[in-house]
């Protein structure tokens, strides 16, 4: 499927005052961006902004303020200041993000000049989708672009408010991640073989359905599997377990039947005494997790079958740790699934999750993948075939 909205190129916006919204929503230690991932992903369409004469004028929110004012901690400047280190562009920060200030800081600028606006969650109103913020937004550009996959799965003031006042495309970001996220469910290339791990099922429930709907494989690693032992009968001693969700858990395995999806269990599980970075693991048969032991990690002959499932894929998609990779001891099984990944060359690769993202960093093997989505909340909500607000409110092509 090709992406159904206006894009940066099919705008004029030469000489045009470009209100994008971004996602700098990046992790900062001591005043120090510790990851810039999200705002590299942003480069390509401020370059294009900036290359056909645009003023670009860029927002973001970052971290959880209160709502009620600046915090200094939760400031934009450190990561206007890692913008134009990386690009050596024109950048000015404003500490403001849509008062006096800031519009006279967009008054003065030239085209190819960026000014990038303060956090828009200083003001509670913002998440709220207040109209006023959005007027107020929408003031300082001509043009609306979002290019914020992280939030469009929010209906906030900056994410979808100024479409109702500009015309409003998407940057290539957000082209991209929705095309390669919806597109894996429309005709995929097959076997398409789905990996979900992670904590827990409460959380999944929505993609693991519709995941059903189109794969031939589907695997479970992580916390959610004993929630899946628990459906078929086992028991699970002090592993992490959902009782709520063990019906909902029985009718995936059920429609999995139904849909003749290949649904594959962990078949021995590494398991400990206790939870924490000194804890010992050892193997067990799934079907025999003693009382006093908790789950950690899929154990070695389940990541060998998961292995062979994932060698014979023309598409992965990953969402979801096979255990609790961030202790080492724990770390296999995820490690397994990754290097599976990586070493079928041949397959279409799509991860989407923070923490699967974490685990492919730790492994160094991220540049490996077809593609890594940048937004956590935003892709599951794709991969759960739903439309995200800030897509919707785009205009048409
Ligand atoms: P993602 O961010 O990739 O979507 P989740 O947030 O759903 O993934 O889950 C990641 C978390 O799941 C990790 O912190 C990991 O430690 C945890 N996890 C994985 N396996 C287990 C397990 N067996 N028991 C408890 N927690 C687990
Ligand atoms: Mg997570």
Redesign the pocket.
Known sequence: MAFEKKTVRDIDVDGKRVLMRVDFNVPLEDGKITDDTRIKAAIPTITYLVDHGAKVVLMSHLGRPKGDGPEPELSLKPAAEKLADLTGFDVTFVDDTYGDKAKKAVDAMEPGQIVVLENVRFDKREKKNDPEIAKKLSELGDIFVLDAFGTAHRAQGSVVGPAAYLPAVAGFLLEKEVDTLTSIFKNPARPFVAIV????VS??IGVLDHLLDSVDTLII??????TFFLAKGYTVGE??QEPDWVEPAKQMMEKAKKNGVKLLLPID?VVADH?GPDAVGEVVPSSAIPDDR????IGPETAKLYADAIAGAATVFW?????????DQ?SDG?RAVAEAVADNEDCTSII????????LNKFALADKMSWISTG?GAS?ELVEGKELPGVEALQDK
Do not use: H
């Not at 690693?221 to 004993?226: C, K, L, R, S, T």
């Not at 908790?294 to 990690?297: F, K, L, P, T, Y």
């Not at 969402?319 to 202790?327: K, L, T």
């Open positions: 791990g992670g904590s827990k959380s999944k690693g992580g916390g959610m599997a004993y592993s992490l599980t939870y908790m789950g950690m990690d969402n979801g740790p096979m255990g609790v990779f961030e202790f724990f995820t989407g999750g923070g923490d699967s993202v974490a685990a956590g599951m």
